[in-house]
Structures are given as structure tokens and as C-alpha cells.
């Protein structure tokens, strides 16, 4: 049972395009949804969140939108950068219990070409 | 500030052996969490250690244990290994403030391989 689906297992685009990643989830108790990055040999590192509440959430280069209805959240990279290959988990956070967890998707992985 | 430090970065066992993984959490975080990522998958949560109690656990045996230290530090027990336990485990620490955001800082995992 995938609570946290990430449909596409690769994305390429050209530097300076729009990086857009996937995320669907099954959930309706998730209370954060969060985007994580991963360089080879590296744990993952935190990237952005959005609260459950919201429908977006901007850092710099960065977006996530969320839309509740469709149960799907979106990450928007703007420009991409040859840097920001990687791969991209996508994550929900509940509490259950009175401990917090994260709900992990498989993975998208981006490469970015110069 | 030093970050989640974990030990050590590769090992190789053989099926019906134990094996301990350490990991030191990051300055302030009182929290530590397990997680699993076999090839492929994303990580999945195995448990988690607040104040030196387990408050959460995931689908995993009992042969999956672990401990929290009072310096915060923790190691996670796998008794009677199996060929399917080969993955990157990875710890992750979180300051109290995060609890409810899920906000997680990881190290860099270890990799065990059982054959």
C-alpha cells in the first residue's frame, strides 16, 4: 500500500527551463508534505515544505504547490541549474502515536543538461 | 554545528548474523529516527526515539531494535539477518521545534550487505 506515489522515476531538462516534479498520495491525514534531495553517496536534505493548510509555498527557485482536492503536490524549479541534478524524494509527515514519521515516494531522479 | 554522523559507511555481513549501526544526531536535536531504503525504493520508516524512549514504530520484526543514548546518540540492533536487509540505513535527528513539521536532518547512511 503506496501512500506516496512519485509516477515519474526520471526527469531531463535543458538549464534554465522549468523543472516541474510529481507527487501524488493517498492520505488525507498527512500533515506536512515536505521535498527532499539526494546527491549519490549523501543522506537526503531538506528542500521545502508545505503545511497541510496551504496551497503554496515559494523559496527562492523554489515552489511546491499543493492541491488537496486532487491529492497531488507539485515542486517547481525556476531555472533549473546543472547543479540541482539529483534525485527528489517526495515526503508526507504524520504524527501517529505521539511519534512523527515521513512517508516516503520512490524517487524522481532530475538531471538538469548545460 | 556538526550534522548527524553515522557509522559505519559500509559493511558486509552474512545471513543469521547481528549487526549494530551507530549514529551521533546533530547539536540540540533530541529526537533520532531509523529509516531503511532498499535500491529503488525510498526510505521507510523503522522507528523512532524520543528521550531515550521508543514513541513510534514502523512494519519491521522485532529483530529490529534500537537505543537511545542520553547524549542523544542512538544504534539500531537487526538480529538474524536476512538477504532482504541489505539497504542504506539512514538516521535522521530532529530539534523539538520540528516535531510537528517532520522536518528531518539525515546523515549519510550506512550500507549494509548481506550474502
Known amino acids: 500500500d503506496q501512500q506516496v506515489k512519485q509516477n515519474s522515476p526520471s526527469l531531463s531538462v535543458q538549464e534554465g527551463r522549468i523543472s516541474i516534479l510529481n507527487c501524488d498520495y493517498t492520505n488525507s491525514m498527512f500533515d506536512y508534505f515536505l521535498w527532499y534531495k539526494k546527491y549519490p553517496a549523501e543522506g537526503p536534505t531538506f528542500l521545502i515544505s508545505i503545511s497541510s493548510i496551504k496551497d503554496k509555498n515559494e523559496d527562492g527557485r523554489f515552489t511546491v504547490f499543493l492541491n488537496k482536492s486532487a491529492k497531488h503536490l507539485s515542486l517547481h524549479i525556476v531555472p533549473s541549474q546543472p547543479g540541482d541534478s539529483a534525485v527528489y524524494f517526495c515526503a508526507a509527515a504524520i504524527t501517529q502515536g505521539g511519534s512523527e514519521k515521513l512517508v516516503f515516494g520512490k524517487g524522481t531522479k532530475l538531471t538538469v543538461n548545460p | ?115
Open chain 2, 1 to 115: 554545528e556538526t550534522g548527524v554522523t553515522q557509522s559505519p559507511t559500509h559493511l558486509i555481513k552474512t545471513r543469521g548474523q547481528q549487526v549494530t549501526l551507530r549514529c551521533s544526531s546533530q547539536s540540540g536535536h533530541n529526537t533520532v529516527s531509523w529509516y531503511q531504503q532498499a535500491l529503488g525504493q525510498g526510505p521507510q520508516f523503522i522507528f523512532q526515539y524520543y528521550r531515550e524512549e521508543e514513541n513510534g514504530r514502523g512494519n519491521f520484526p522485532p529483530r529490529f531494535s534500537g537505543l537511545q543514548f542520553p547524549n542523544y546518540s542512538s544504534e539500531l540492533n537487526v538480529n538474524a539477518l536476512e538477504l532482504d536487509d541489505s539497504a542504506l540505513y539512514l538516521c535522521a535527528s530532529s530539534p523539538e521545534a520540528s516535531r510537528r513539521t517532520g522536518e528531518l536532518f539525515f546523515g549519510e547512511g550506512s550500507r549494509l550487505t548481506v550474502l
